[in-house]
């Protein structure tokens, strides 16, 4: 809805001001139908035009759904290992790498 996000924001300041909040991550949620004239990869496009944070992702779930998000933080981080860490190959993944 028109206005959620500003709304959102109003009301992590309130509770900001008496003491609820230290630290708020909001974010927002769009939709969009895709066809053959607004494939996924045009939309993702669009998204690093009008948001160029550092960390993009674009995901197929698979039966012509997809995931497609911007942000200034990182949040998996997945780095090949030595053999003498774990075993060779594997992949390590960090959940919160700060």
Known sequence: PKNEFAESVERAKREFAV?????AVLSQTFR???NVQTPPSTLFRRLRARNPSPYGFF???GEQEYLV???PEMF???EA???SEYRE???RVETCPI
């Not at 003491?19 to 630290?23: C, I, K, R, T």
């Open 76 to 78: 998996v981080r997945c």
């Open 59 to 61: 995901i197929n779930l």
């Open 81 to 83: 290992t030595m053999d």
């Open 32 to 34: 969009e139908p895709l």
């Open 69 to 71: 998000g911007a942000s």
């Open 89 to 91: 190959g594997a992949l």
């Open 19 to 23: 003491g609820n909040l230290f630290e």
